[in-house]
């Protein structure tokens, strides 16, 4: 039980320290968005809305090449829910052990 404990500590400091590093890939040093809107092929541009989706949508796709580079790091690969809307949204699972599993779902939010 001890590795276990170990197992989990190691990967929630991982994380942790990986998630206090996201604001600087995401705003600017005065605290503004990065990304600002879309673009269409008209070129026309769509300021981002407050809509929560939409705000997740862009956070995933911009981080996630920072996710698939956290994973490689500290030996985990990442696995994608095989549908939206299935849980959880991605998971990490150990590269050298497939029993070794960590599920992140951006619509969860515990502290414990």
Sequence with gaps: MHRDSQIKQEFFHALTGFVSS???HV????????IKGFIDVCRNIYTISSD????????????????????????????????QNYYPDISF???NNE????ANDESYDSTD
Excluded: C, M, N
Aim: aromatic share 8%.
């Design 93 to 95: 699972v150990h590269a």
């Design 27 to 34: 705003s600017t040093d005065d605290g503004q968005w990065r």
């Design 52 to 83: 929560t989706k939409i705000i997740s949508k862009i956070l995933e796709i911009h981080l996630f090449p920072r996710i698939l580079s956290l994973a490689e790091e500290i030996g985990y690969r990442v696995v994608l829910a095989e549908h």
């Design 99 to 102: 029993h070794i599993k960590f």
């Design 22 to 24: 996201l604001d600087e």
